[in-house]
């Protein structure tokens, strides 16, 4: 347990001549952090699995000559996860991909592989199942590849390019719909 001490200091306490205009001078609150308690092994062993599992994680990133072969023979041990909303996929997407908003891909790890497929359309991926996932740029695609981490998921790519590198290499938008 953490205990909070509230402590009044003055700015010129140190200076005792000025002990008579102290009262005259401001009053600062200070909060000081007292360990009340000691944390037992077990206790410190799980907070810091806790903080290795929350820390900031950079998944293995794929370029846009590792992406393409996927998409022409797609695998059922695969997924090309798009994490852009409905209304930017509409724009097109990566051959072979399926649709997982990163809005509610969080959400959507927790369900059970039924409701998972009623609710998106396809198989829930596996644990262990390679996991690539793309968005236009590449920044909610690295943060999909942490959400999947975090959820337990150890296969996770993340391709940076992502639509914007795709679509200027493919040379479209619309036409390179799945």
């Given amino acids: 347990m953490l205990r909070t001490a509230l402590l009044n200091t003055t700015r010129c306490s140190a200076r005792p001549r000025l002990l008579e205009r102290q009262a005259a001078r401001p009053t600062y609150q200070v909060f000081a952090r007292y360990e ?3 944390a037992d092994d077990a206790l410190k062993a799980a907070r810091k699995a806790k903080d290795k599992l929350q820390k900031d994680w950079q998944g293995p990133v794929l370029t ?3 992406v393409k072969p996927k998409t022409l023979s ?3 041990d695969a997924y090309l996860i798009d994490v852009r909303e409905p209304d930017e996929v509409m724009q097109g997407s990566i051959p072979s991909s399926v649709n997982l908003p990163l809005s509610v891909l969080a ?3 927790h369900l059970a592989p039924q409701a998972f497929k009623a609710q998106h359309g396809f198989e829930k991926p596996g644990k262990q199942q390679e996991v690539v996932f793309y968005c236009r740029s590449g920044m909610r695609s690295a943060s999909a590849c942490d959400i999947a981490r975090r959820n337990g998921y150890e296969n996770i790519f993340n391709y940076e390019g992502s639509w914007l590198e795709w679509t200027s290499r493919e040379g479209g938008g619309k036409g390179s719909t799945a």
Avoid: D
Wanted: hydrophobic residues 15%.
């Fill in 36 to 38: 009340s308690s000691k």
């Fill in 64 to 66: 846009y000559e590792q």
């Fill in 74 to 76: 797609p695998s059922a």
């Fill in 107 to 109: 959400n959507s790890f």
